[in-house]
Structure formats: structure tokens, C-alpha cells
């Protein structure tokens, strides 16, 4: 089983994915009018970060792989805070108290 992380988005929208890849490709499905090309809306994101916000993302190379540029993207969209790792919380059950707990704690009382 593949460990999956989940991301805030700066918009609200939570993302998921378990490598770089999968991360902008989620990110790409909630846009409304993204290319089909991930290669292309990395392009995007950097054009929408530069004339909107006067932000230079870094998207990595277009002669590169894109795998490599998805994870270069993902490490400056983190960096420049359009994404957050979303903590999960887990619940863990209180463990039993051992009967040397339950005496030092009396004597320490």
C-alpha cells in the first residue's frame, strides 16, 4: 500500500496524492479549464504566480522530465505557501497503566 499525503491548496480545496505527479495531476482535475498537458499547466501555474501575484514558481525545466518538474513545482508551491502539508491527527487509545506507574505516581504524591 502506497502512502498517500493530503495538501491544503491555497484556494480551500484539499489535494492528494503519493508522488509529486499525482499531487499537480489532482490539482490540475479541480481547475476548470486546465490543459490536458501537465506539462502545460505547470506553465500555467507559473504564468497565473507571475502576473497575478508577481511570484516567480519555480516549475523546473520544460526540456526535463515531468516527473522532475512536477517535483521541483510541488517543492515551490510548499515553499512559497500555495500548498500545506495537512496534519492528520491520530487517535491513539490511552494505554493501561502499569501497577509500577500506578505506585510511583502515588509516591510521588
Do not use: N
Given at each position: 500500500m502506497r502512502r498517500s499525503l493530503t495538501f491544503a491548496y491555497v484556494d480551500g480545496r484539499e489535494i492528494q496524492g503519493?508522488?509529486?505527479?499525482?499531487?499537480?495531476?489532482?490539482?490540475?482535475?479541480?481547475?476548470?479549464?486546465?490543459?490536458?498537458?501537465?506539462?502545460?499547466?505547470?506553465?500555467?501555474?507559473?504564468?497565473?504566480?507571475?502576473?497575478?501575484?508577481?511570484?516567480?514558481?519555480?516549475?523546473?525545466?520544460?526540456?526535463?522530465?515531468?516527473?522532475?518538474?512536477?517535483?521541483?513545482?510541488?517543492?515551490s508551491l510548499i515553499q512559497h505557501g500555495w500548498l500545506r502539508v495537512k496534519e492528520d491527527r491520530v487517535s491513539w487509545p490511552r494505554a493501561r497503566p502499569t501497577p509500577s506507574a500506578d505506585r510511583k505516581a502515588r509516591a510521588a504524591a
Amino acid at each position: 500500500m502506497r502512502r498517500s499525503l493530503t495538501f491544503a491548496y491555497v484556494d480551500g480545496r484539499e489535494i492528494q496524492g503519493a508522488t509529486p505527479r499525482e499531487v499537480l495531476e489532482a490539482l490540475r482535475a479541480g481547475e476548470s479549464a486546465a490543459p490536458s498537458d501537465l506539462g502545460r499547466f505547470l506553465d500555467l501555474i507559473y504564468s497565473r504566480a507571475a502576473l497575478t501575484f508577481s511570484i516567480a514558481l519555480d516549475v523546473g525545466d520544460p526540456r526535463a522530465s515531468v516527473d522532475v518538474r512536477c517535483r521541483v513545482a510541488l517543492a515551490s508551491l510548499i515553499q512559497h505557501g500555495w500548498l500545506r502539508v495537512k496534519e492528520d491527527r491520530v487517535s491513539w487509545p490511552r494505554a493501561r497503566p502499569t501497577p509500577s506507574a500506578d505506585r510511583k505516581a502515588r509516591a510521588a504524591a
